[in-house]
Each structure stands twice: as structure tokens, then as C-alpha cells.
């Protein structure tokens, strides 16, 4: 074991040991300190080998099992660097993976990993013009798809690997290499080189809410490495089995699905679903080992419609996550009086690994997103760069936490935007109490003024998501001659309720005695809630869509104005 690998291991292991006292943890934390680094040779294959215990557990929509040992992952995953050599995959190169949550996909990053190959993660649910923006700012030279999207890449020539996966090479694609070829290639896997901790891992586009991707580069230390706090905020030890519903392609995959529970020595269990199935998922955690389960709001949101009480006897989960969007109190709440476990909301982004949570053992302040993890140290900057109690979040950079990206892909002015004045600014925007528990308050960009006061969309949002009604909503401002702009909301339903007059005035009456009266929802309209193909609202398209209906007089179908506000209230 090399000096770094031993580093690494101390970190995690004192994580690890004060997983239930935050304070102790963020004041003696650490990171270690790296030089010549490979997780997945100086880490996971020296925890794997002769690793019988599951380290991958997947459950298919037929009921159908896979599972792996951590040493058959390490075996497997030689065979296919191995093979990818033999193809042409070079140290450097950047290969696209794109496909479901097959074991496929945790070999193939395991092999690149191995060769020193860049891995440019994506969603199944790309389009043409999309692979097209990988292709160009990316520089990919490999491909690892999902036979079944192979026809995607029709249309981008060009000399590039193309590998399929789930499929026998008699019925690959033309031009096309089967990935299972891979596995018949030997498994005594020799890297061509050392790999520094620094050199590049993975290429990240941005989920898009707001403006066209951005490319997020990240290395060998900084998402492997950086994860440590997402391990410790989600409260992984070794043996836990850690179930994640992410799609593959989006960073919170590689987070709670990769390397946050393989930090850990934990299990990933995957749960596949064509189409997301609350009942169903709900029978795999009564009749399986899953000791912790993280899932976006959306997710939360659905389950909570479900007789949560009636599987509470047969669970064996220990903890419960909320990430990707900040989680309403009132879900966290029902959970709480269903299953007696409290849903841990936390912070990151695709630029960052986990840096603010409520982490195990600590107490949960509803609707707050937590404290700063371990290695992170936070502040609240206002237009001037002064900390403040209210004001965007910002990552201090002395000392640079690892977990922090190195910057944008070719986009130095980019990277020195949001790295200035000796801080990382998210362009995230949060308030921070006495106790400092700090409570996301919206995108800088969703923010906005009504009245003279300053309305955050998610405390609106939160309100409205108590009303039986609703199932999601989003709110946006809409302009008003008198006020500047007024709070709109956009409402999904849940199932049984009609998007009638009669409905919006419940919501309506419902929001005037819980909210201030400047908070006041004035106009509310039933509709499907835009999203990025990471599962994202859209508000920005929710924004640009309500300026021109007012410029344009126009009232949507299903659009209802509050009774009182034309009485003064």
C-alpha cells in the first residue's frame, strides 16, 4: 500500500469513527494529503481482493437478483481494462458511458479508472444534438453504450471505440465491439503507468436549469477522494448495504451509487424500475437488507402517498437521505410519524462532493439543509464579498477542500468567475441561524423582489406542498404593475383532484393563514412542471413563460386568480 492509499485510509477510518458527533468530526478532519493515487488500484482493489462479501446488489423490475463480491468487481474489472487496452483505450482518453444500471457500468468506471482513461458520464436520455456538445467540448474517442441506444450515434461520424453492452457479439451493431467480449480477456491487470491524484477522472455536464451545460471537471482525488464527506454525511460503515435512486450519467450517481458506499466498504444496491413504482419499491425495502436509502424529493414526495406505516415492522433501514433539491418539513414529517426515522437533507453539486448535511446522530432543524461537513468550511457572501447571515454560499479556498472541482473544462474565465476573492461561489442562496444550521432559500437566478420584499421560491413552494392537493409546485414571479411582480405558482396534482376553480380557492385559503401577506400567492396555475433530464424544475422556462403571457394579456386554461387580492388582501 502506497503512502497515499494509507492517508486515504485514515481519513475515511476517522470519519468512520465519529460518525455520529459532527462537531468533533469537522474540528479534526483533515485531507489527506496525496501524490501518486488510483482509488481503483491503490483502494478498491486492495479492499476487494479476496472480498467475498457483496460489494454490488442489483434488483431487477422481474424480481430477478445480481450480485457481486467485492473481488469478482475486481476481477472484472481488470478483464475489461484489459480488454479496452487491447481496443485502443489510451491514459487520457476520454470515454462517454452511457447506459442503465447494469453491472456494465460499474466495471467499465472501475476499468477506466484502472487505465487512466477520462470518463465522461451520460444519461440515457440524450439526444442527438446533446451527444453532439459531449462529442465536441469533451474530445470523446471511446463510447460505451446501451445497445439499444446505438442508433443515436448514427449521425456522429467519426473514429471512435463503439462498444455495446447487452449484447452477444452476433448481434452487436455493425462497426460496433460486444462488451462481454471484455470478460474472456484476462483478469491480471498491469497499469501502464502511475497515476497522480491530480491527473483528470471525470468530465461532467451540468443538468442545465438555467443557461446551456456547463462542463465540470473532476480528478482523481477530488471526486474519489472528496467523497469522504458524502460517506460521512450519509452515515455509511463497512457492511452496509446503501440503496441510491439516481439515474446513471448525473453526479449523484457516482456519489451514493460509486463512491460514497465503496469508501465505505459498503454494498451499492440498485433497485431498476422502468418507470418509477412507489408500491413496488416499497415491497423491496420490506423483504431486503437495505440499511440506508437516499432519494430526490420527487421520489420522497411519491412515497409519502403510500401506506409508509404498514412496512415499518419488516424495515431494516438505519438512515434516510434527501438530496438533489431541498426537502419540505412536511415530507420529512410524515416519514417521521411513519417510520420513526428522520430524512437527512444535505447540499452538494456536481461541482462539489456532499458539503453541507445533517449528519447521523445530530438534530434535524425541519427545513434546513444542516451544517458544513467535515473539510468544508462555509460562508454566506453578500454582493461586496462580506459574510453575512443571508447571502450566497461559498466555499473558502484556504485551504482548498479536495472535494472541490479543479474548474470548468476549457473555460478558464468561467473557473476564475466563480473562484474570486479567495472563495468558491455556488450561486446558491441561503440563510444561516444562531446555531448555524443554514436553510437553502433558492438559485441566486429564482430569487426575487414583490413589493419591495424579497420572496424565496422554495419557503413558498414548501407551504403549498402541505395543501392534500399538491404534488409539486413552483413558483415564479409574475409581473404586476403595482407590486413589480407578484408570487405565481405552477401546481401538479396529485391523483383524484381536478384542476378546478373550486380546487385553486382551497389552495388559495389554504396559503393566506400560513403565509405573510407580501408572501401572497396571487395567481396559481395547474400544469406539468417543466424539467431538466435530471428531474430538475425548470423555473427559468416557468419565468419566460409567465412574462410573455402577462406582456401578451394571455391567461393560461387552467390559470385562477386569488378571490381576496382584488379586495386588498
Not at 175 to 191: E, I, K, N, R
Request: charged share 20%.
Amino acid at each position: 500500500m502506497n503512502a497515499s492509499a494509507t492517508a486515504f485510509l485514515a481519513a475515511r477510518d476517522f470519519l468512520i469513527q465519529q460518525r455520529e458527533d459532527q462537531p468533533a468530526a469537522s474540528a479534526g478532519f483533515r485531507w489527506p494529503q496525496l501524490g501518486a493515487f488510483n482509488w481503483a488500484l491503490d483502494h478498491f482493489d486492495a479492499m476487494a481482493r479476496g472480498n467475498d462479501a457483496p460489494g454490488l446488489w442489483i434488483v431487477d423490475e422481474d424480481g430477478s437478483e445480481r450480485r457481486y463480491s467485492f473481488d469478482q468487481l475486481r476481477r472484472q474489472s481488470n478483464a475489461v481494462a484489459n480488454h479496452f487496452r487491447s481496443l485502443g483505450v489510451r491514459r487520457g482518453d476520454a470515454v462517454l458511458l452511457m447506459m442503465g444500471n447494469e453491472p456494465a457500468l460499474w466495471l467499465t468506471l472501475l476499468a477506466c479508472m484502472k487505465l487512466g482513461a477520462v470518463v465522461v458520464p451520460a444519461t440515457t436520455l440524450l439526444s442527438r444534438i446533446d451527444l453532439q456538445d459531449r462529442f465536441e467540448r469533451g474530445g470523446v474517442r471511446h463510447v460505451v453504450v446501451d445497445a439499444s441506444l446505438s442508433e443515436r450515434f448514427a449521425e456522429l461520424p467519426g473514429d471512435y471505440t463503439r462498444i455495446a453492452t447487452g449484447v452477444a457479439q452476433s448481434k452487436a451493431p455493425a462497426g460496433w465491439q460486444a462488451f462481454d467480449a471484455a470478460l474472456a480477456a484476462s483478469d491480471d491487470f498491469t497499469p501502464d503507468g502511475t497515476t497522480q491524484a491530480s491527473d483528470p477522472l471525470l468530465l461532467y455536464f451540468t443538468s442545465g436549469t438555467t443557461a446551456r451545460p456547463k462542463l465540470v471537471m473532476h480528478t482523481h482525488e477530488s471526486y474519489p477522494v472528496g467523497h469522504l464527506s458524502t460517506m460521512y454525511w450519509i452515515g455509511l460503515k463497512p457492511g452496509d448495504v446503501h440503496l441510491n435512486i439516481s439515474s446513471p450519467g448525473w453526479a449523484k450517481h457516482a456519489w451514493s451509487c460509486f463512491f460514497a458506499p465503496w469508501n465505505a466498504q459498503a454494498c451499492v444496491f440498485i433497485v431498476n424500475q422502468a418507470r418509477f413504482d412507489a408500491a413496488a419499491l416499497l415491497q423491496v425495502l420490506a423483504t431486503h437488507p437495505v440499511s440506508s436509502l437516499c432519494a430526490p424529493p420527487t421520489v420522497w414526495r411519491m412515497l409519502i402517498q403510500q401506506d409508509l406505516a404498514a412496512v415499518r415492522g419488516q424495515l431494516k433501514l438505519r438512515e434516510l437521505i434527501g438530496a438533489g433539491e431541498p426537502l419540505n418539513p412536511e415530507v420529512i414529517e410524515q416519514v417521521r410519524r411513519a417510520w420513526g426515522l428522520t430524512i437527512r437533507d444535505g447540499y452538494g453539486q456536481t461541482e462539489t462532493t456532499a458539503q453541507i448535511g445533517n449528519a447521523p446522530g445530530q438534530p434535524v432543524v425541519p427545513g434546513s439543509m444542516g451544517r458544513p461537513l467535515p473539510g468544508f468550511r462555509i460562508a454566506l457572501l453578500d454582493d461586496e464579498g462580506r459574510e453575512v447571515d443571508e447571502g450566497e454560499i461559498a466555499i473558502a479556498l484556504d485551504p482548498r477542500p479536495t472535494g472541490l472541482m479543479p474548474g470548468y473544462w476549457g473555460d478558464a474565465e468561467k473557473t476564475a468567475d466563480v473562484m474570486r476573492q479567495g472563495w468558491y461561489r455556488t450561486g446558491d442562496v441561503a440563510m444561516r441561524d444562531k446555531d448555524g444550521y443554514i436553510t437553502y432559500v433558492g438559485r441566486a437566478d429564482d430569487v426575487f423582489k414583490a413589493s419591495d420584499y424579497r420572496i424565496s421560491p422554495f419557503e413558498l413552494e414548501s407551504v403549498l406542498i402541505e395543501h392534500p392537493a399538491v404534488a409539486e409546485a413552483a413558483i415564479v414571479p409574475s409581473p404586476d404593475p403595482v407590486r413589480l411582480a407578484v408570487p405565481k405558482a405552477f401546481v401538479t396534482l396529485r391523483a383524484g383532484h381536478e384542476p378546478s376553480e373550486a380546487t385553486a380557492q382551497s389552495i388559495f385559503t389554504f396559503l393566506r393563514g400560513r403565509l405573510a401577506p407580501y408572501q401572497r400567492v396571487r395567481r396559481l396555475e395547474f400544469a406539468e412542471l417543466p424539467k431538466t433530464i435530471s428531474g430538475k424544475i425548470r423555473r427559468v422556462e416557468l419565468r419566460q413563460q409567465e412574462a410573455q403571457a402577462r406582456a401578451e394579456g394571455r391567461q393560461g386554461v387552467h390559470e385562477f386568480v386569488d378571490e381576496s387580492s382584488s379586495r386588498g388582501g
